[in-house]
């Protein structure tokens, strides 16, 4: 009998493995679970069938890259090529006008099995609901595109410079001193790119030595900022400040090293406003007394929470009622609710003058366009009604009633949501892959646009579809959008509880 | 020797003695037999005890909230110095040839601005339609509704432009080659790249956790003898993938890798090469392709090209080329690619009215020629600084003939003089900015960025202002 040689993974196996309070929330079933994984099991198989057939029949060509290692190693990009390349037609849709809450999406066509796309000259007018366009401002703005040509004509697209070097206008100056009036610290330092703002400001706030504890759905710009920051990086359960502690006093006491337990030369805590997967608030309350009791440092991105929620759209700790002297450091982004680009960080004085001394972002990077800072900064006072205008207010408000009667109706249909309330992202639960280019090419044809996302972006087993509900919305808008949606994910099967009858369902 | 077999004898007689001839169950016992039981008896005593462990209490709850109320933290920040308070000046005007700084106007030789394309109206007006059609922001990240026809023209102008079949838009200058390394390099990768690469680069060299390399600034002997120590005799070189990494101008100090050398160097040792081209596109070649355009070495040969835009082509972002595979495998796997907002459209129409400006209009690189030889001329003899960039080379990088032996106290001198020539003359020179993640340890030195549209009257100035004030500061 031959000997089981032991053979590598020819594929990476994605971790499949759900917390169980993950799998509560999400209602996650054994028979789900078992039947998308048997959906998976079959990819596979087909995959690994065609990879075959591909080696047999290229034995007979020639290799020009001899003595070469292959730029993609077969393996590393098999989701790519097996699985993603099927239903590549439901991501990067491209759309001819800007992003608001109707777009036209280009329609294309592909001559070999979705490898390649090609666009067509024709596009179909479809209802948003994947954009992040929270307050409305991403098409042309009344008091906010005028004074953006201005701009443009009069600073140009760009300096061309590094902040520290010849980029820094009046406006950057401007718009610095208005975000950080707006989160209320006392000063701020902003960014051409959110993705960078983390990245490059992680790194100089903690070395070598140090610990950062991060919550276990962060976004990849953390992971990427604390993995280059060279210190000890640990994760707690997603939103659990139980676990935190646990997992503060354990390293408090073990230290850096296992042996001479040496202390931590600092710890930083790092949570998001609203976790832009789930749609769901941080604990942010319990979070702050826990870091305040073991004193670590605490660092909250709001990407997706500044300008959105709370009274007056000051983000998650005027909504949960958390003062913005607690929390060290502040950093969101613009992309979302200003309708601009580039990212800021919010925090003390002497925190922020060491940060324009230090990090690499502010030193070599080419400064934020001027006309985008001039965005924000009408976007900015426009929520803070300093236009003249109550149009802020009702942008809030509009946002608010229009995202808790979207997954009010949604819940009330049958579907698994997934969000908090007053949180203008919301997740249906769809789990079966198969289900996500069903769900996603049965709502275009009915012009609505929506995004359904996947592994890697969401763990393994739990795929969903997306809703970012926007103040440009209106209630018909947002009716269309459910009619749509509840057909839809009735023939998709997406109906997981029981809806509520119809009786009942008298609102509005 | 009789005393021996005697005690021998007698050890015997004992052993045989106690049950000589005696059966037990059939079996004949020997004195052996004894001593055999005896041992096997030990031994499996030995091993019902327990094993020695040294006491190990846990600690009680008590004990663990005193230690944690006895750490202490280090503060977030160091002691803030005097030169931290520093900042740069405000402009008040377009960062063009010439610009306004509190209120004065001053020849600005601190923007990246190579072919003068801030300020041209036709750039200008294309930004503008397509802020009325598309607003300012994307509003979403490239898989998600966040790609609009733009980007998809940007990224066929500029494959079209380099030659290449395929390009990929990024929405940062600097996270372009941060994210572009990671998706290619993984960890038991060999990377062989310059010591004196900028930091996007450095950045992406971490985060990709292979194997990296150093060799001397620039110094194709040290490249070399770099790549054939790594691959003499080393079998399991040719099972992974190697790849150098090497920027078109260094930014930290202006010189031009030799692309000729270089890629001799790469197929004998069958190595990849990543270039990143951030302050060559549109500056070097008869027609702004590039370094491979100026040493004449056919594009396919460079595996992965990066650049930044945010220099020559006067907008924001960046952009990479090469083979379908290359730039293909990007959209899935980089992650400053799928994870970030994509570029505004705006910037993205911006872009290609550049790309097909500096197509329409190659006089205007024999200007910035003429300009940076000119400057070059000028500066060639300054009391106290050398030139210490390639002579082609649009930025010029000026340092000092005697350090004073630390980077700071040289850092200090060089920003007297820089502040003086803004004061007292309206120059706009930068000096040197190293960030304290930044592993480059290049002599720091004063910037001066060569544009198109600066005048020879600007350069004469500059030229003078410099002379005096090194005079003054150095002498």
């Not at chain 1, 997706?304 to 700790?317: A, P, Q």
């Not at chain 1, 003390?348 to 070599?364: C, D, F, R, T, V």
């Not at chain 1, 269309?480 to 509840?486: A, D, E, H």
């Not at chain 2, 007297?416 to 030195?445: A, M």
Request: glycine letters at 8%.
């Amino acid at each position: 009998m031959t000997v089981l040689l032991p053979i590598p993974p020819l594929v990476p196996i994605p971790p499949i493995a759900v917390p169980w309070e993950v799998r509560r929330m999400v209602r996650l079933t054994y028979l789900t679970a078992l039947t998308t994984l048997l959906g998976y099991v079959v990819f596979f198989v087909f995959g690994f069938l065609r990879d075959l057939f591909r080696e047999l029949l290229d034995w007979s060509k020639s290799d020009d890259l001899r003595g070469y290692a292959p730029i993609c190693p077969p393996f590393e990009d098999f989701y790519t090529r097996r699985i993603y390349h099927r239903i590549q037609d439901c991501f990067a849709r491209p759309i001819a006008s800007a992003p608001d809450a109707w777009i036209d999406v280009v329609e294309r066509y592909s001559n070999d099995n979705n490898k390649t796309l090609h666009r067509t000259s024709t596009a179909s007018r479809c209802l948003n609901l994947g954009s992040y366009n929270y307050l409305g401002f991403a098409a042309g703005d009344e008091y906010c595109t005028p004074r953006v040509i201005e701009s443009l004509k009069k600073y140009a697209p760009t300096a061309c410079s590094a902040r520290a070097d010849a980029g820094t206008t009046r406006l950057h100056v401007e718009l610095e001193e208005l975000i950080a009036r707006f989160v209320g610290k006392p000063a701020a330092i902003t960014f051409g790119m959110g993705y960078v703002t983390n990245s490059s400001i992680i790194p100089v706030l903690v070395g070598e030595g140090g610990l950062i504890v991060s919550d276990s759905f962060n976004h990849n710009s953390i992971v990427s900022g604390a993995r280059a920051s060279g210190a000890t990086v640990h994760v707690f359960r997603h939103n659990s400040p139980s676990h935190l502690e646990e997992v503060l006093r354990e390293q408090i006491v073990k230290g850096r090293q296992p042996g001479t337990h040496r202390p931590w030369r600092k710890i930083l805590v790092i949570v998001e406003g609203i976790y832009s997967m789930e749609g769901e608030f941080c604990k942010l309350p319990e979070i702050v007394a826990i870091c305040k009791k073991y004193k670590a440092y605490i660092y909250l991105d709001e990407a997706h929470s500044i300008g959105v929620v709370g009274k007056s759209g000051r983000g998650v700790c005027e909504l949960l009622g958390v003062d913005p002297a607690d929390i060290d450091i502040m950093m969101g982004t613009f992309t979302k609710s200003f309708g601009s680009c580039g990212g800021y960080i919010a925090a003390s004085e002497e925190i922020i003058q060491y940060l324009k001394h230090a990090s690499p972002a502010h030193l070599y990077a080419t400064s934020m366009s001027p006309a985008a800072v001039q965005q924000v900064i009408s976007a900015i006072k426009v929520v803070l009604g300093e236009d003249g205008s109550n149009r802020g207010a009702k942008k809030l408000a509009q946002i608010r009633e229009g995202s808790n009667y979207f997954r009010s109706e949604l819940k009330k249909m049958g579907f698994v949501v997934l969000g908090d309330n007053d949180s203008p992202v919301m997740a249906i639960m769809l789990y079966n892959l198969a289900k996500l280019p069903a769900f996603s090419r049965a709502c275009l044809r009915q012009n609505v646009a929506v995004v359904t996302v996947g592994y890697p972006a969401t763990p393994v087993l739990l795929a969903r579809a997306r809703i970012c509900i926007s103040a440009s919305h209106t209630r018909e808008d947002l009716i269309k959008g459910l009619k749509v949606i509840s057909e839809v994910g009735g023939l998709v099967g997406a109906k997981c509880l029981p809806a509520e009858p119809e009786k009942a369902k008298k609102m509005d | 020797m009789n005393m021996t077999t005697a005690a021998l004898d007698w050890v015997t007689v004992v052993f045989d003695a106690p049950l000589a001839r005696a059966v037990v169950f059939g079996v004949h016992i020997d004195g052996h037999l004894v001593v055999e039981v005896l041992l096997v008896a030990v031994i499996l005593f030995q091993l019902t005890r327990k094993s020695y462990k040294p006491p190990k209490k846990p600690l009680t709850e008590k004990e663990i909230d005193d230690l944690c109320e006895e750490w202490v933290p280090e503060p977030l920040y160091p002691p803030i110095t005097e030169e931290m308070k520093t900042e740069p000046p405000v402009l008040e005007s377009a960062a063009g040839p010439h610009t306004v700084i509190d209120g004065k106007e001053v020849v600005n030789f601190a923007s990246a601005n190579y072919l003068g394309l801030l300020g041209n109206e036709n750039i200008a007006d294309s930004c503008i339609s397509s802020l009325e059609k598309y607003g300012v922001g994307s509003c979403g990240p490239r898989g998600f509704y966040g790609t609009i026809d733009v980007h998809l023209d940007c990224e066929t102008r500029i494959a079209k432009f380099m030659g290449t079949p395929d390009s990929i838009l990024y929405s940062y200058g600097i996270s372009t080659i941060f994210s572009v390394i990671p998706a290619f390099c993984k960890k038991g990768d060999i990377i062989v790249t310059d010591e004196g690469v900028h930091w996007g680069v450095q950045n992406g060299l971490y985060l990709s956790r292979s194997t990296v390399v150093y060799f001397k600034h620039n110094d194709m002997a040290s490249l070399e003898s770099t790549l054939e120590k790594l691959t003499h005799k080393n079998k399991r070189a040719e099972k992974i993938r190697r790849y150098i990494v090497v920027e078109a101008i260094y930014q930290n100090s202006g010189q031009i890798a030799p692309l000729n050398e270089i890629v001799r160097l790469k197929e004998k040792y069958r190595f990849r090469v990543i270039l990143d081209e951030s302050h060559s596109f549109g500056v070097l070649g008869n027609s702004g392709r590039g370094l491979a355009e100026y040493y004449g070495v056919p594009i396919e040969k460079i595996d992965i090209i990066t650049a930044g835009m945010g220099n020559a082509l006067a907008t924001d972002g960046g952009f990479c080329t090469g083979s379908v595979r290359v730039v293909d495998h990007q959209r899935l796997s980089s992650s400053g690619y799928v994870f970030s907002a994509s570029l505004p459209p705006y910037l993205a129409s911006a872009a290609i009215s550049a790309v097909n400006y500096l197509e329409d209009n190659p006089s205007v690189l024999t200007q910035l020629r003429s300009n940076i030889a000119l400057l070059w001329k000028g500066l060639s003899d300054l009391p106290g600084l050398a030139i210490a960039s390639h002579p082609l080379s649009p930025i010029i990088y000026l340092k000092l003939k005697k350090s004073t032996g630390s980077f700071k106290s040289d850092l200090e001198l060089l920003n007297v003089i820089t502040d003086r020539v803004l004061k007292e003359d309206s120059v706009f020179i930068v000096s040197t900015k190293r960030s304290v993640l930044d592993k480059c340890r290049l002599p720091v030195g004063i910037r001066l960025f060569v544009s198109a549209g600066h005048s020879e009257s600007d350069i004469h100035k500059v030229c003078d202002s410099l002379t005096r004030v090194a005079a003054l500061v150095l002498v």
